[in-house]
């Protein structure tokens, strides 16, 4: 990378625009960059630095400070770098943010961000290729193969830096190599190693847990069945004793079952004793209860023959009921007949003295044969078939009343839509007229707001305009009023500070005057004067004796001096952003009258006022007039749709009218006394109904006295065959069927009881107890609570034992069980722990842990190859540099006290042969080591960042702790760098270098700012 022109515009010192030609400098090869102390040297490396990387390095990041105070309040300040890189040509334009003066922002000022601005040459032509921040930075990354903090270490080689890398100690190095070199991966290695050790830790930690929850789960089993563990093994080896408690579990179950089969035997033993007491208790009272019955049997022997009879006597009349049943209820029909036919009867002659329909019915009312027969109807049959035909006719015609009905609604409907229409037609006319006339008025005022309107946005601009000057002329007389409250304080703090400084100099030159006084005052006899070095002091000076009390009124003095200096200078620049601000008020107008800016922004507002209302007024016009249009032609529409549709509805009205009156006159006849068919038919059905039921009850009635005149016939054939002289001597023998079915009931019941007594007296059980009866045995209750107390006992036993057993079996079952998932883990935990193992051992190696004596990390034994690299790099210089005395060598010593080392460096020196600490080297010697390693390091980067080509070097200060010789060597040595092809500038203020090196890049410092010139044997300025 080769720097060929810069270009510098109100940054950092330079308050102008300053240019560097540095193709011109690197005809010499090299060329010196110096001017006094403050001037601005440093400042030309930020510009170079800002313009590539849009930061300055160290304490200047801040960008805000980055703009020249000097430089005028509207100058942008701007740095361009053009330079080459990998055979392309590139320029690269840089702005900060800063604070633009502006009459609308906060505080007179607007804040401008930063700006980037990068260009290529191409065929002779530059081609923009970014103007984006991060595009731009990313492509010159690129380009450079460094970032920032790189290219501050290998282009521009801080001497103080590398004097401090030289004594630091292996941490510190590190931190600035990794840093360099970029190995942040290794220590990601190490980080990532460690992990892994961890997690392969905490696995291994896992299956040891689930080892000894296996081996507690072992212990906890075997533990329900009280082994002795007096031969036990030690808990310590988990698998013998895993199996002792296999084998102890095993022996214990052994026990247990032949204790459970033991048990299972005496509780069938018990039980069978206890039911074979219980069996002979239970034949004893089955012989009782079978005695008792057979008493009860023989004392209900009469009961039951009595039963017998009567039941017999029920089933001869029950052969009758059925026709004694036909009977009576053939009577009770004739009697409901009767009885409907006399309640249709009356309410056939109710209906006829009020209904017309069947008053002119022929119909005539006679009492029937029988004193309590109901009265008949005469020709009620034939009536009832005239009114069903009229009925016929007057429903098959009522579709043609509704049809009338419909003519009628339509007619009414047509009528009402006839008037509608005709006050639409007239309301119509009346709009359209209306619209007409405003649409008339609207046109007529048009012209004069669209005069007015066409104003606007020159009214809006000139009330913008005046209120900005009349904030900037009130701005400017405050502006005015501070600068003159300031100037009048800076007047007094300037007489302070003169004052001050004349009372410190006056004191200064007493004190001077009687310097000798005060040296002799602290002369002692004896002590070497600290002038001369004599300890004689044959005639020491005489003075006042206020020497003491003049030199701290001196101090005094020169402290107030200070002070007052300072505050004047606060004061001043306070007062220059005074004038400025007042300066650039009063060129954006603000010296103007404020009453004349008042009245033409109060007169620039109304105007502009009156033309936004001209416009909205217009707007709201042009709105109306197109809405009129619309309205208009819907309204014209409308009529003509209106009287259309009027002219139909008439037609229309006259054709339903005529249809109405021709169907009406057809309906008249059938509807008779009626208001429509409708009623007309409801009153035919409603006398059909009423004649109907009268009709229909005199036949039932008919029907109803037949049928029980036949049942009685067959009555009284049947009674003689079955044993009875008379209906009532049947009825008297018959029983309800409960009562019957009841008796039924305990007549089998009765026998049944008779048979199962019977049959119990030859049954095995009552035979036995009647055998063990007669042998004298009796019943003992508490010889057989005690036999099944016994049994209940041995049961709860042989329970017990089989409940140990099974559990015993359940834990066998179990250790088997926890023995072999133990086995398993134990199997695969082995390979995780030499797994883990072997990721910690390996980690804490990286680490520089453990068996790794140097405390090397991996990061610091890959810094520790650049360092050898870069020491050799440094020692080929710096054997030139130092006569061929000293070299610069890495040593990976092992550090004391359990420091880490791999990155220590020593100096070798040859005329010796011995090995010795950098700390010990003197000012000059350090310098050129120092040198020596930025020089060597700049080569070993440039290798690391893929043979990236560095031409242009520089070197910052450190010149002045050289002697004549040594500065001769190191000059030799940079030569040297010239002829491989690099321009090597040097920042220094050494007088002898002033003269040695004719290129020179001189910094011009000034109280407006500093200015650049380049001389060389032309000695043109730049």
Same mark, same amino acid.
């Given at each position: ?699 039932? @009635? %008919?029907?109803?006295?037949?049928? *029980? +005149?036949? $049942? &009685?016939?067959?009555?009284?054939? #049947?009674?003689? !065959? /079955? =044993? ?59 010889? @057989? %609570?005690?036999?099944?107390?016994? *049994? +209940?006992? $041995? &049961?709860?036993?042989?329970?017990? #034992?089989?409940? !140990? /057993? =099974? ?59 650049? @360092? %050898?690299?870069?020491?050799?790099? *440094?020692?080929?210089? &710096? ?71 560095? %031409? ?71």
């Amino acid at each position: 990378m080769r720097i060929h022109r810069l270009l510098i515009s109100g940054f950092g010192p330079f308050a102008g625009t300053e240019e560097i030609d540095f193709d011109r400098l690197s005809a010499h090869g090299l060329f010196l960059l110096n001017g006094p102390t403050g001037a601005g040297k440093t400042s030309v490396l930020d510009a170079i630095c800002f313009a590539l990387y849009g930061s300055v390095p160290g304490a200047r990041q801040d960008g805000k400070r980055l703009r020249s105070d000097h430089a005028e309040p509207a100058q942008e300040p701007a740095v361009t770098c053009e330079f080459s890189a990998q055979g392309r040509r590139f320029e690269v334009t840089r702005s900060p943010a800063w604070d633009k003066p502006s009459a609308r922002g906060k505080n007179g000022f607007t804040t401008q961000q930063a700006k980037t601005l990068l260009r290529e040459r191409v065929g002779g032509t530059w081609t923009e290729k970014s103007a984006r921040n991060d595009e731009a930075g990313a492509e010159i990354l690129a380009l450079l193969g460094m970032d920032r903090e790189q290219f501050t270490r290998v282009v521009m080689l801080p001497q103080g830096d590398f004097a401090a890398f030289l004594r630091s100690k292996a941490t510190d190095r590190l931190e600035l190599l990794q840093k360099l070199f970029g190995t942040e991966r290794f220590e990601s290695v190490e980080q990532e190693l460690s992990r892994q050790a961890q997690v392969a830790k905490e696995e291994v930690s896992h299956l040891a847990g689930r080892l000894e929850l296996l081996a507690a789960r072992a212990e906890a089993e075997a533990a329900r069945l009280g082994l002795d563990a007096s031969s036990a093994p030690s808990s310590e080896n988990t698998a013998v004793r895993l199996d002792w408690l296999e084998a102890a579990v095993a022996g214990r179950l052994e026990e247990l079952t032949d204790g459970a089969r033991q048990a299972e035997a005496a509780s069938a033993e018990c039980r069978k004793a206890a039911e074979a007491e219980a069996s002979r208790a239970d034949q004893r009272r089955k012989l009782d209860s079978a005695a008792a019955r057979k008493v009860a049997v023989e004392q209900g022997a009469q009961l039951l023959d009595d039963h017998i009879l009567r039941l017999a006597r029920h089933r001869k009349a029950e052969v009758l009921q059925g026709q004694l049943r036909n009977v009576d209820a053939s009577a009770a029909k004739a009697r409901s007949a009767a009885t409907a036919m006399e309640s249709a009867v009356t309410l056939l002659s109710l209906a006829a003295g009020e209904d017309p329909e069947l008053a002119e019915l022929e119909l005539h009312f006679a009492p029937g044969p029988a004193t309590d027969a109901a009265t008949s109807v005469a020709g009620a049959g034939e009536e009832l078939a005239r009114l069903r035909s009229l009925l016929a006719v007057v429903e098959a015609r009522l579709p043609d009343e509704d049809r009338l009905q419909a003519l009628r609604k339509r007619h009414g409907t047509l009528a009402k839509k006839q008037e509608e229409l005709a006050a639409a037609l007239a309301e119509a006319n009346r709009r359209a007229d209306a619209l007409t006339d405003e649409r008339r008025l609207l046109h007529a005022g048009l012209p004069v707001l669209e005069q007015h309107a066409a104003a606007a946005s020159l009214r809006q601009k000139e009330a913008a305009a005046a209120d900005e000057l009349l904030d900037v002329v009130r701005r400017y007389g405050s502006a005015v009023a501070a600068r003159d409250l300031v100037k009048v304080r800076h007047d007094e703090c300037h007489d302070r500070q003169l004052e001050a400084k004349r009372r410190w100099l006056d004191l200064r030159e007493r004190r001077l005057a009687n310097a000798a006084a005060e040296l002799a005052a602290k002369l002692v006899q004896g002590e070497q004067c600290p002038v001369c070095g004599s300890p004689d002091h044959p005639a020491p000076a005489a003075g006042s004796s206020g020497g003491p009390e003049l030199a701290q009124q001196e101090e005094e003095a020169r402290l107030v001096h200070e002070a007052a200096e300072a505050a004047y200078a606060l004061v001043a620049h306070e007062l220059g952003e005074a004038r400025q601000l007042v300066a650039v008020l009063a060129g954006q107008g603000g010296d103007t009258a404020e009453d004349e800016a008042l009245n033409a922004a109060d007169g620039a507002r109304r105007a502009a006022a009156d033309a936004r209302t001209a416009e909205k007024e217009l707007e709201a016009v042009r709105l109306r007039l197109g809405k009129l249009d619309t309205a208009a032609a819907a309204a014209q529409e409308s009529r003509t749709g209106t009287e259309g549709e009027l002219a139909r509805t008439a037609a229309s009205l006259a054709d339903v009218s005529e249809q109405s009156l021709a169907l009406d006159q057809a309906l008249a006849g059938l509807r008779g006394t009626h208001r429509t068919l409708a009623q007309r038919l409801r009153a035919l059905e409603g006398a059909v109904t009423v004649l109907n039921k009268a009709v229909e009850a005199q036949a039932h @009635l %008919e029907r109803m006295e037949a049928q *029980a +005149a036949e $049942a &009685l016939e067959q009555l009284d054939l #049947a009674l003689p !065959a /079955a =044993g009875f002289t008379s209906a009532r001597e049947a009825r008297e023998q018959l029983l309800d069927a409960a009562e019957a079915g009841a008796l039924e009931a305990r007549v089998r019941a009765a026998q049944d009881e008779e048979a199962r007594v019977a049959e119990l007296f030859v049954s095995d059980d009552v035979l036995l107890a009647l055998e063990e009866k007669s042998a004298g045995y009796e019943l003992d209750g508490k010889r @057989l %609570e005690a036999l099944r107390e016994a *049994a +209940a006992q $041995a &049961l709860q036993a042989a329970r017990d #034992a089989d409940l !140990a /057993a =099974g559990m015993g079996a359940r834990c066998l079952a179990s250790l088997r069980s926890i023995r072999a998932e133990y086995e398993d883990v134990a199997g695969s935990a082995r390979q995780p722990a030499e797994r883990a193992q072997m990721l910690a051992g390996l980690a804490d190696a990286a680490a520089g842990r453990g068996e790794n004596t140097y405390r090397m990390s991996l990061n610091s034994y890959v810094l520790a190859a650049r @360092l %050898e690299h870069v020491a050799a790099a *440094a020692s080929e210089r &710096l054997v030139a540099m130092s006569d061929g005395r000293y070299l610069l060598q890495h040593t990976d010593a092992k550090a004391a006290r359990g420091a880490k080392s791999g990155l220590g460096l020593e100096v070798v020196d040859q005329w010796t042969g011995f090995r010795r600490d950098t700390s010990t080297l003197s000012g000059g010697e350090s310098f050129m080591a120092s040198l020596s390693l930025a020089l060597g390091l700049a080569d070993v980067v440039q290798q690391e960042s893929g043979g990236v080509e560095i %031409e242009t070097l520089f070197v910052d200060e450190g010149f002045g702790s050289l002697d004549e010789q040594s500065l001769e060597q190191v000059m030799d040595a940079l030569e040297g760098l010239r002829d491989g092809g690099r321009v090597v500038g040097l920042v220094s203020h050494v007088a002898e270098m002033k003269q040695r090196i004719g290129a020179q890049l001189q910094v011009l410092k000034g109280r407006n700012g500093s200015t650049l010139r380049i001389s060389d044997a032309a000695d043109a300025p730049v």
